[in-house]
Structure formats: structure tokens, C-alpha cells
């Protein structure tokens, strides 16, 4: 098995089969196919209006000229309730098109949002929109699974693309994509949302800034507990569409945090992962993943993650002059963060709300203005280097070393 760059095939193999690996073979007894769980289809395929989703009253307009004009590939929960809204506050971004394969709904949205007709597409018909001059960048806002085909396809028709975390589900995967971005001389941003929210902009700041003193320990908690569902019916639970368990979608929040809080890569990683027995949601996924990363500096990330647990988003940053305290941490709205260096100071650096737009318009100066991104394709491949490490940690039951780059020594 390929251990340094893991093709998307190795990586479902790898936690597919082996009873050898001590979190499968010590935690779960049963495979999908064995509890009866059916599987979902690795391909693009329109689902159903979520239910109560806010429409603008007005179709929003582009506010500039120079407008960059974006089609969002996926009308799911997060495109429909969170970014579409968003676009009204963006300065130098709008809504140019829609791709769905729920043309009902695309006809819904599509009138809502004032995008034509002809700019509704689905995803059969996708490839013409490289004549499309009102699309320059596609929103990839798809199962994690299908970002790589799509941000592919993207890039064959010419298009920019926001792509959603994870960037992919292997490091292979986010190789492709970077190559396809290079080859057709096009931006790639992933859209790590708190890269333009205020209060984790702030901590970044603190702590570079040493407001704790040096960082000793990164303590990060992404848990909630997931409803009765089987793969086919939640992505999420899927490993061919979702990845190995929660890290991927939610734990991966602890693992940019631990990063741009210490400002280091770590030089080891040792995880845990843990997979209950008979229960069809786990049929495929891990529900815990617990990390350890060990920086150069000394200081320690500890990194939990599940499926099945509690609601929290929590980050804290202990050092030796103080800590900071942030929960929730990185939520679309209603942040908190607290440091205590001897007194407890409430800090509100701002609305962080503004993370939506925020990516938005970086990616249209980026490409109106021909300037680096933020977020790039290299920092989405480094997460998915560290997440596979991480998963192959719990699966050997041993310490990895790392490369300042994310890849795995030896
Ligand atoms: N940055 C963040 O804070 C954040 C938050 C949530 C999610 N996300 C990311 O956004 C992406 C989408 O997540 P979501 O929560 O919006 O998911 P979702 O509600 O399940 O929506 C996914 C949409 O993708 C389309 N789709 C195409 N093929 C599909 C398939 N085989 N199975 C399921 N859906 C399929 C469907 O749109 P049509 O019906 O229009 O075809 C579906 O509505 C993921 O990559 C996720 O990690 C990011």
C-alpha cells in the first residue's frame, strides 16, 4: 500500500478491509454489507428542497462592474441557508448561475436569486457552461467526495473554483486538483470560512503577539451527535463521500486551528479512532477521532472529534502567561472568545458574520486582481496530508513522524 500519497482507492481500502487495524478490528464487528446498510452512489445526484430555506425578497444585484460572477454547484443545506444569502453583502461577487441535479429546485432558487433561464444548469449539461462569459468562477458546494470531479470539470471549462473543505478526501485527490488549477491558469481557493472571521483573525493576532506567553497546549473539541441515519441517506456517514469519520467535515476545524493558533507544523502526530460495534451509522466511519500533534516548539495539540457526542466548538490556547478561550469557536455567528491573563477579558473583535462575504470578494480581487489566495489549494492539500496521517496513526497504532510540509517521514 502506498503510504506517503495515498490514492483515494488506497485510503478506502486501507480502512475498508484489514482486520488487522486495532481501532476497526477492536471496535466494530460488523461491515456495512454484513448489517444490511445500504450505500449511496459516488456521483452527483439532486436531492430534495431542504425544508424552511430563507429566499432574498428581491433578487440581489451585482454591485460593481467588475462583478465577479460565480455558479454554485450543489443547492444543499449550506449553499441555500448560509452562502447564497450571503452574496447580497459581497462588494465585488454575485450569484451568475446555479447547477443542481433537482431542476424543480433549481427553478425555485434559480428565480429567486435573479439567475436566467439559460444560467440554470444541470449536472449532465455542465460542460457548456465553459461558453458561459457571465460564470468566471464555479462555488464547489458538494459532497467532499465529488470535489475533485468537479473541481476538475471546473477547471476544463476554464472557470475559477471555491471549493469547499475539505479541500478532498486524499492527498492524491488534492494533488489532481492543484495540477488541473496550474494547467488551465486558474485560481483554486478552499473556503476556510474562519481565515475571514474576526475573532479568529484576532486570535491568530494574540497569539502571535504573545498574549498567552508561549503556547503550551492547544486543546480542541468538534463534536456533535448525529441523527438515526445510514450512509445512503447522509453523506456524512458515507467513507466514499464524506472520508473516514469526522475530521474530515468537523474535526478538521480543530486541525486549522491548531495551525494557525501556534503558528508551527507539527513534527509528530499519534491518533486514536474509535468505531462502535452494530451501529449502521459506523457502518463505514469512525465516530471519534482523537489527536495528538507535537510541535517544535514543545507545545501540544490535543485534537478531539465526533459524530456521536455532545454539541461543541471549542478551541483554548493555554500558555505561560494566560489562556484563551474560544466557544463557540469558529460558528457561522455568535462567537465568544475570553482571554485570561490573571483577570477574564471578554473580547468581541467583530461581527463574524462577515466570513461569508469575506471569502467571497478575496476570491474576486484574487482574480480581477491577479493576487495570491489566501486560502490556496496547497493549504487544503497540507490539511488532507495531516488527516491522513492522522487516520493512519490510529490504524497502525503508532507515532508519525512529520515533514514541516505535512507529508509523513520515511
Ligand atoms: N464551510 C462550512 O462551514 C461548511 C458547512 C457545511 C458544509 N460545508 C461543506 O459544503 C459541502 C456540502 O455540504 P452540505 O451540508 O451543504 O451538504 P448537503 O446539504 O447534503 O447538500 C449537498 C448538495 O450536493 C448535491 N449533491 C450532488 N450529488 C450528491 C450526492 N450523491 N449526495 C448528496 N448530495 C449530492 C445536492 O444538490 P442538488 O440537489 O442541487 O443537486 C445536495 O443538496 C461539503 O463539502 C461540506 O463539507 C462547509
Redesign the pocket.
Known sequence: MVIATPSRRDVLQFTAGAGALPWLAACASATGDELGVEM???????????QGVPLPETPPLAKSEDSVGFAI???????????MPRFVNARRAHIAA?????AE??DI?GAAYGVPEDARYS?ENFAEIAEDDRVDAVY????????MEWTEKAFAAGKHVL????MALSSAECERMIAAAEQAHRKLMI???CHFEPFNLRAMELMRAQAVGDIRVIRTDQHYRAGPATPAQ???LSRA??GQGPL??YGIYGVQSALYLSGEMPESIVARAYRPKDDPRFSEIAAYVGTLMQFPSGAVAQLSTSYDSAGSNRAVVRGTGGTLTMSPA?S?TGNRMTLDTGTAEILEPGDPTVQFAGQLDHLADAIRDDIAVRTSGEMGLRDVRLMEAIYLSAAEDRIISMNPDGTMKG
Open positions: 449511496p452512489e459516488l456521483r452527483a445526484v439532486g436531492q430534495p428542497m431542504p454547484v450543489g443547492l444543499g443545506d449550506y449553499a441555500l441557508r448560509q452562502m446555479v447547477v443542481t441535479g433537482n429546485k433549481g432558487i449536472y464547489i458546494v458538494l459532497p467532499s467526495g465529488l470535489h471549493c469547499e473543505k475539505p473556503a476556510y470560512r447522509n453523506w456524512r463521500l464524506g474530515e467535515d469558529t457561522y
